[in-house]
Every structure is written in structure tokens, then in C-alpha cells.
């Protein structure tokens, strides 16, 4: 079913692929909306991946509580298996699509611009979590300095907190800066 937020997801997904009526109807019975309050996790979806529309997640390591990415709208996460120690947690009001890897698995074969536009997505979702790495290998105050470029008007919701644990910070120093 249509929705606000399934259609932004189509859009967004357009830019990347070629979108046919058929292609269309397969992928919405299969899409799931979540709206997440502040500070609400994410449910289970090992199996599936998953679109930001709206709002603002972390990607925080159960056992150590480094924040391992933040996600915005337009984001894309991919490839979460269930070996890895993780959950999600909306830092502001969010609304997420989730859609099952299966359904990627049955379009592609059938439809060759989906599996180019899937590429790019891929290429996309590397960038995110390489993006975290350059910070990491800068100066305390460059990665700070950086990080506030990169999330613009988003880092003002995140707490220092979670700031300093995704640079890899003590919270306090990263405050001194």
C-alpha cells in the first residue's frame, strides 16, 4: 500500500533504478513503514534492510557502545547479519522502510537496471561506513570539526555523548574542544 513515506522510499529508489508499474507492484506488499519515537529502538530485522525517510538513528555496538554510524534521511542500510552485536535507536522522531533482501534477490535477475541501480546503492551504503574511518585517522580537533560539516544541522540533535563515542572520544574532551 501507498503511503507518504513508501513513496518517498520509490522516489529516492528511482533516482537509482528504473521503476516499472510491475517492478512497483511487486516491492509494496513487501515494504514495511516504522515510525519510531525519540529515543525508541529499532525492532529486529536482521533479514531485511532498511531506508530512512524522516529523522535520525544511531548504530550503536551492544557489548561496547561505540556509535558506529548515524543515519539520516536519504540513508540506506544494508547487510546487517546476525552475528553482529548492534541495535538501532532513533535519536529524534523517525520513520524507517524496511524491505526484505528477497525481494532484491527476485528483481534482479529479472530486470538489469535494478541490479546497476542496487550497485550504486551498494557503493553508496560503503561510502557511509568508510566516511567514519577518514574522520577517525584526523586530529581530535579536525575530527571534530569535520564531523560538524558532514551532519550540518542534524549534529545539533545528537548528544556530545554520542558525538564523542563515534570519534572514538572521551565525552568530556571532545566537549573541551
Known sequence: ???????NFLAVLATYMPLSAEIIDMMLPQLQVRQLKKNSPLPNFRNDYLFVVSGLLKKEDCESGDIQLFLQ??????FATGTETFHYCSIEESTVVLFPVSMLVDLVPQHRAVF???QQIVH????L????QELLLLKA????AELYRRLGKSANSISNKDLA???AMDSS???SL
Open 1 to 7: 500500500m501507498k503511503n507518504t513515506a513508501t513513496e
Open 165 to 167: 563515542r563515534y570519534l
Open 141 to 144: 580537533p579536525e575530527k571534530k
Open 173 to 175: 574532551y571532545f566537549s
Open 116 to 118: 546497476e541501480g542496487y
Open 124 to 127: 553508496q551504503w560503503c561510502a
Open 73 to 78: 534521511p536519504g540513508d540506506f542500510e544494508l
Open 129 to 132: 561506513r568508510c566516511s567514519r
